[in-house]
């Protein structure tokens, strides 16, 4: 339903490192496995949506290329906080971590499906996980925490490896999107596109773009 995101992974170099971040039931982490020739991380917290992933990964044969790290990420190392369902439809978005606003910054109330579950950094997993590689492209798509997540992957965002991010910002989260501009650029990163995330939506209707970056 990305057009521009699929657009972004046809220009990935072929056999690079992918992180999906938000990776979902895996359409972006396939489809750059099986076109590119990828070596994926994909980052999924949702049991919901591991399940979709996992499954799909293996009717893809892709288990020798896509790598399941099934934690959601923070700006914090190993904390244990409410991880919220938007829906218990398998594929659904919308969930959040350690906090309680939604996408576009506003207070969420309490969900039916809420619990407890480990999360932790990038800079935290990259210190003490030397099997995971360091990408040349990240997509960080999570509905909100975008903006944390980055900021507790600076060891990441200033690795010179790392090529490009798409990461999803909301226009009307001001916060959010203040942090995400201040510490790319501060790490050498140009804002090169931003685009609707949604198919078919004109860029004014929607509050929600990709923003592409580039060093």
């Not at 799909?56 to 290329?65: T, W």
């Amino acid at each position: 339903k990305e057009i521009e995101t699929v657009e972004w992974i046809n220009s990935f170099k072929p056999s690079s490192v992918f992180w999906d971040i938000g990776a979902n039931i895996g359409l972006y982490s396939i489809y750059a496995a099986k076109h590119k020739s990828c070596d994926v991380f994909s980052f999924e917290p949702s049991p919901l949506n591991l399940k979709c992933l996992s499954r799909n990964i293996c009717a893809n044969n892709l288990s020798d290329k896509i790598n399941i790290i099934p934690l959601a990420l923070s700006d914090q190392s190993n904390i244990f906080a409410n991880f919220k369902e938007a829906s218990n439809i398998d594929g659904s978005a919308m969930n959040t971590f350690g906090v309680e606003y939604d996408f576009e910054g506003k207070k969420i109330e309490k969900r039916s499906y809420e619990f407890k579950t480990l999360g932790t950094s990038i800079d935290f997993l990259l210190k003490n996980n030397p099997n995971i590689l360091i990408p040349d492209y990240v997509k960080i798509d999570v509905d909100g925490i975008e903006h944390l997540i980055l900021n507790g992957g600076l060891s990441l965002v200033s690795n010179p490896k790392v090529k490009q991010f798409q990461i999803e910002v909301s226009e009307n989260f001001k916060e959010q999107k203040s942090t995400i501009l201040e510490i790319m650029n501060e790490y050498g990163f140009i804002l090169k596109s931003k685009k609707s995330s949604l198919k078919g939506v004109v860029n004014d209707e929607y509050s929600t773009r990709n923003y592409h970056f580039t060093r």
